[in-house]
């Protein structure tokens, strides 16, 4: 398996731009997690899905952020209008508890700059 | 809810010493332990995880980690650490009936110095 994919690998963007990110989870994975990684509050969880559905995401920032899932292999992450405060380092994760016991398999990440 | 405490944000050592990175979490149900790794400008890669059965769970490359119930820990040991263990290392846990969420403490940096 190619693993969990991402893209783009690097986004530079200007602030009130669109940003639209990408997640390709492992195939069979029925668990999907969105995370954002920044030198001043480490590894935050944003929110993840269970079988394509929605079920916390009492960790995205702001109304300016939101995700979809519309099928099982695919996954988006958009922030509009972004801002230079959310440059940051995004990971998509997926897991099955299933075949793997709730390990999570990371991508290699986007990393996001907002000037 | 669950929550997990790494009592280091650093740790530096000489190679070839042993070395301890101490884990602590807390939960009212089951849980499942992983420890995982990330290398510098890499994802999280999973190190070990400790599921059922035995306590002390191994790596394949030397590192290992016991669960202990009685105290709720679950640290990571290395008896001998090279250059290239140099990482970043994040101790999880996930409620054994959850979607399969993940609960990170903050990281521990470990450096190796020649």
């Known amino acids: 398996d190619a693993g969990v994919i991402q893209s783009p690998r690097h986004e530079v963007t200007e602030m009130g731009q669109e940003v639209t990110l990408r997640c390709k989870p492992i195939s069979g994975h029925n668990s999907l997690f969105w995370y954002r990684q920044t030198m001043m509050r480490g590894l935050e969880l944003l929110i993840y899905f269970n079988n394509n559905v929605p079920i916390d995401d009492s960790g995205m920032p702001e109304d300016r952020f939101s995700a979809k899932m519309p099928n099982a292999s695919f996954s988006t992450l958009k922030i509009q209008p972004s801002e230079p405060r959310d440059s940051a380092v995004y990971f998509c994760?997926?897991?099955?508890?299933?075949?793997?016991?709730?390990?999570?398999?990371f991508g290699p990440g986007t990393r996001l700059t907002v000037l | 809810a669950q929550s997990v405490t790494q009592l280091d944000s650093q740790v530096p050592v000489f190679e070839e010493a042993p070395v301890e990175l101490r884990c602590n979490y807390s939960s009212s149900v089951s849980v499942y332990l992983f420890w995982y790794v990330q290398y510098p400008n890499q994802g999280l890669q999973l190190l070990l995880k400790y599921l059922s059965g035995s306590t002390l769970v191994e790596s394949i490359n030397g590192f290992e980690a016991e669960f202990n119930k009685s105290q709720t820990s679950f640290h990571l040991r290395k008896p001998s650490v090279h250059i290239s263990d140099t990482a970043e290392y994040f101790c999880a846990v996930s409620e054994i009936l959850s979607y399969g969420k993940l609960t990170f403490g903050q990281g521990t940096i470990l450096t190796v110095h020649p």
């Open positions: 994760a997926s897991s099955s508890k299933l075949a793997d016991t709730d390990t999570q398999y």
